[in-house]
């Protein structure tokens, strides 16, 4: 994933920044980078390599190196950003949220007709970031820039732009798939990700820019340079899984959702008389913890942390490009409460299943640990698409999902035809795909919560919401 955070003010704001950047760290562990603005030096920018340290450790000499009353800043797990780019329409740093899925295309098409040229990296793939500049200096102004980019991109781009005056330009992404949040004090203004991140440094809302909206932030004020296109698909996975547990989004509070969420999973269990002996409910940490707690409000069953994950030294455990390195990262940072394991039956929360591996190593764990039996609720239904909208997963084919591949191994290429079925537990498909999947994973029993359940925890409408990782359903420009 990755999020950005920005300041423009009347007054030097690099520590602001510096600490609004920071509170995006939980959305990616690769890249980091600060761009300034100051009216004596003009444009600055550094950029870190964060995957083995984190944020604070490698900016905390920023103060000394840049200075600026506008600057802008971003978490990366992608490519190096943010970018300075000089072109006509003058110099400039910009930042990208999203991914660009049509990057060769694009990249073919640029070069067929400018002559231009990219800065390659390592095996020639190009910087997603600079490819955007790339896009929108081809019109005459930023406005149409970046709805000619935007409209050109297949996948998602929030952008963030820092200019040679020192304003701000703010674009949320056509589909309103990610969130950009506008905040106020007396000397400017911010723009962020995460809401909470401008708050924390005295900043109060003024409001969430709309689908496709673009606007530029002075210290005098807000400009909407385009109005939002009135479609939204807001990502469903900022509540269950990556969005931080103190924001809120369109309105709906994460930690509050998961709350719904899990009450609703237990709703379901009782719905279908489920009835399994269960001494403690736990959430797979972090973010499946308060869909457990959720669970186990609802259910009356008590809740407990019978493992606890080693957070001070050890990065996120999804974010290394290595599976290897991934699982091993989460195996070493479990530690076990014996006494809450040995010989307990235990019914655990996560907050999504994708493939299945790193959850195989916790069950194992477990039982290695004493556990009588282990149960499991996923907090979202079935994942039967890998995501083409966001990076958020690292899963780039359908086959990767260990749904898809029970699927396969069950009834061939035939049972695409039946995903529907396959994510219904009610179904017999259903059934047997949540009892091949106990199989591999030695799992006691398995439910996942049905697409209208967390749409229901959610509060919004469907059709504002992005489903397509469970239901394949496309929005439409």
């Known amino acids: 994933?990755?999020?950005?955070?920005?300041?423009?003010?009347r007054?030097?704001?690099?520590?602001d920044v510096f600490f609004g950047v920071d509170y995006h760290s939980h959305l990616g562990t690769h890249r980091a980078g600060m761009a300034a603005w100051d009216p004596e030096i003009?444009?600055?920018?550094?950029?870190?390599?964060?995957?083995?340290?984190?944020?604070?450790?490698?900016?905390?000499?920023?103060?000394?190196?840049?200075?600026?009353?506008?600057?802008?800043?971003?978490?990366?797990?992608?490519?190096?950003?943010?970018?300075?780019?000089?072109?006509?329409?003058?110099?400039?740093?910009?930042?990208?949220?999203?991914?660009?899925?049509?990057?060769?295309?694009?990249?073919?098409?640029?070069?067929?007709?400018?002559?231009?040229?990219?800065?390659?990296?390592?095996?020639?793939?190009?910087?997603?970031?600079?490819l955007l500049s790339a896009l929108i200096n081809q019109k005459s102004n930023f406005t149409e820039g970046i709805a000619f980019a935007q409209k050109a991109i297949e996948g998602t781009a929030a952008i963030l732009i820092l200019t040679e005056e020192g304003h701000l330009i703010a674009a949320r992404d056509r589909m309103g798939r990610l969130p950009v949040?506008?905040?106020?004090?007396?000397?400017?203004?911010?723009?962020?990700?995460e809401a909470f991140a401008y708050q924390k440094t005295g900043y109060e809302n003024v409001r969430e820019l709309g689908p496709g909206e673009i606007a530029e932030l002075t210290p005098e004020g807000i400009t909407q340079l385009k109005a939002p296109e009135g479609k939204k698909k807001i990502c469903s996975f900022l509540?269950?899984?990556?969005?931080?547990?103190?924001?809120?989004?369109?309105?709906?509070?994460?930690?509050?959702?998961?709350?719904?969420?899990?009450?609703?999973?237990?709703?379901?269990?009782?719905?279908?008389?489920?009835?399994?002996?269960?001494?403690?409910?736990?959430?797979?940490?972090?973010?499946?913890?308060p869909h457990a707690i959720g669970y186990a409000n609802r259910s009356g069953k008590p809740f407990a942390r019978a493992f606890i994950k080693y957070t001070p030294t050890w990065s996120r455990s999804f974010m290394p490009a290595s599976q290897t390195d991934r699982d091993k990262i989460a195996k070493m940072k479990q530690i076990p409460v014996k006494?809450?394991?040995?010989?307990?039956?235990?019914?655990?929360?996560?907050?999504?299943?994708?493939?299945?591996?790193?959850?195989?190593?916790?069950?194992?764990?477990?039982?290695?640990?004493?556990?009588k039996s282990v149960h499991m609720r996923s907090a979202c239904p079935p994942i039967m698409y890998?995501?083409?909208?966001?990076?958020?997963?690292?899963?780039?084919?359908?086959?990767?999902?260990?749904?898809?591949?029970?699927?396969?191994?069950?009834?061939?290429?035939?049972?695409?035809?039946?995903?529907?079925?396959?994510?219904?537990?009610?179904?017999e498909r259903g059934k047997r795909l949540r009892e091949n999947i106990c199989e591999k994973l030695h799992l006691a029993s398995l439910e996942f919560q049905s697409l209208e359940g967390i749409v229901r925890a959610i509060g919004l409408d469907k059709c504002e919401l992005c489903t397509y990782c469970w239901d394949g359903e496309e929005a439409e420009d």
Request: hydrophobic letters at 35%; one cysteine or more; aromatic letters at 10%.
């Open 239 to 289: 509540w269950s899984y990556y969005g931080y547990p103190t924001s809120c989004y369109e309105g709906v509070n994460v930690e509050e959702m998961r709350y719904r969420n899990g009450a609703i999973l237990a709703e379901n269990d009782e719905a279908t008389g489920r009835h399994d002996a269960i001494d403690y409910v736990g959430g797979v940490p972090d973010s499946g913890t």
């Open 11 to 15: 007054k030097d704001c690099m520590l």
């Open 181 to 193: 949040e506008i905040g106020r004090n007396e000397d400017g203004y911010a723009v962020a990700f």
């Open 386 to 427: 890998a995501c083409k909208y966001l990076n958020f997963s690292r899963s780039t084919s359908d086959m990767e999902l260990i749904a898809r591949r029970v699927i396969m191994e069950l009834e061939g290429e035939e049972g695409f035809s039946h995903i529907a079925e396959y994510a219904d537990g009610t179904t």
């Open 42 to 130: 003009g444009l600055q920018r550094k950029i870190h390599n964060i995957q083995n340290a984190p944020f604070r450790t490698k900016f905390e000499h920023i103060f000394e190196e840049m200075k600026g009353s506008s600057a802008i800043g971003c978490i990366s797990d992608s490519d190096p950003q943010p970018l300075l780019i000089r072109s006509s329409l003058g110099t400039y740093a910009i930042c990208l949220t999203g991914v660009i899925q049509n990057a060769d295309r694009l990249i073919e098409q640029y070069l067929s007709f400018s002559g231009g040229h990219f800065d390659a990296m390592t095996g020639g793939k190009i910087n997603q970031t600079e």
């Open 1 to 9: 994933m990755g999020g950005f955070f920005g300041i423009t003010s």
């Open 339 to 371: 006494a809450l394991i040995e010989g307990k039956d235990l019914l655990f929360v996560d907050d999504s299943i994708v493939r299945g591996t790193q959850l195989r190593e916790t069950v194992e764990f477990l039982y290695e640990n004493g556990a």
